[in-house]
């Protein structure tokens, strides 16, 4: 019995041995052969065809085990703001390996605020097959990002924090490529601390506006989301307002149609009289209209 228990163990020991053996050769083929360059640029070139914007990188390396992060990424699109990403980090979830459907979880950070806390993006993207590498659920938060950072003339500062689970779908596009057509999905969005600066209303100029909070949630379903509430007050006034948006591609041509209702403060009526802009009295109701691409939005009183 005791030859046998030393035979049992001395097989063990060199099962243990080629175990590892294999194991280092596997990282050691990971770590020197895999074409992580071409797999890198494949993520930034997937993230540009689902989003419609260019996305680029200055600097890309490893996160091991499985994982890639790129540093200083710039998204840039026509009739669009420069969004500057100071940090990518995306890991592939091991527990997708064995599931069919790969998921990456993610994290970016974003510009700071002006107390210099830095905004930051996490998710987690799943694909539709591994055959088929396409997005197919997306869900994510975003926290603290200063929509100063855009450089969109008339906003001068706001704080977004949002929450979103979006779907897609492929579709054959006019080329006969395939393109992601968003289907149901839910967003919530809420801005504190809004600071717009003077805005053009037709021949009159609206003075700076400040709002403490405005939230608003959206329903995607089949391409088109309905904007369920959109809600805003602050020192200026109160804001109201509903609309649909219908997705396009690329993201910029989306088409917007929001009606607000604005209801000003006092103080603010007595700004916008000095302006010129005198429909802005004190408790009565002014209704604005967007209209268009997001990228080139048309207003209307």
């Avoid at 990971?30 to 074409?35: D, I, K, M, S």
């Avoid at 540009?48 to 091991?64: F, H, I, N, Y």
């Avoid at 979103?164 to 992601?180: C, H, K, N, P, T």
Wanted: aromatic share 6%; charged share 15%; with cysteine.
């Amino acid at each position: 019995m005791l030859i046998k228990l030393r035979g049992l163990k001395a097989r063990f020991k060199g099962f243990t041995i080629w175990a590892l053996y294999c194991v280092a050769l596997v990282i050691l083929f990971l770590l020197v052969t895999f074409p992580y360059g071409e797999l890198q640029a494949r993520v930034l070139a997937e993230l540009s065809r689902s989003s419609g914007l260019t996305v680029s990188a200055e600097q890309w390396s490893l996160a091991w085990p499985l994982g890639l992060e790129w540093r200083e990424l710039a998204l840039t699109g026509p009739s669009l703001p420069r969004l500057q990403v100071t940090h990518l980090l995306m890991s592939l979830l091991p527990g997708s390996l064995i599931q069919g459907h790969p998921s990456v979880a993610g994290r970016a950070d974003l510009g700071g605020d002006g107390n210099g806390q830095r905004g930051h993006v996490t998710g987690r993207a799943t694909l539709a097959s591994w055959s088929h590498p396409v997005l197919s659920h997306l869900t994510g938060i975003v926290e603290r990002f200063d929509l100063g950072n855009l450089g969109v003339p008339t906003l001068k500062r706001g704080l977004l924090r949002a929450e979103f689970d979006q779907q897609w779908r492929e579709v054959a596009g006019s080329s006969g490529a395939g393109q992601l057509q968003p289907t149901d999905g839910q967003w919530r969005v809420e801005l504190t601390e809004v600071q717009l600066e003077s805005v053009p209303l037709g021949p009159a100029v609206l003075p700076s506006v400040g709002l403490a909070s405005l939230k608003g949630q959206l329903h995607c379903r089949a391409g088109t989301c309905r904007i369920e509430m959109l809600e805003g007050r602050g020192p200026d006034g109160t804001v109201k307002g509903t609309g649909m948006l219908v997705i396009r591609n690329p993201l910029p041509q989306s088409d917007l149609t929001l009606s607000v209702t604005l209801i000003a403060s006092p103080e603010f009526a007595q700004r916008a009289s000095a302006a010129g802009f005198a429909l802005a009295s004190p408790g009565l109701p002014v209704n604005i209209t967007l209209k268009g691409p997001v990228a080139n939005l048309q207003l209307a009183l």
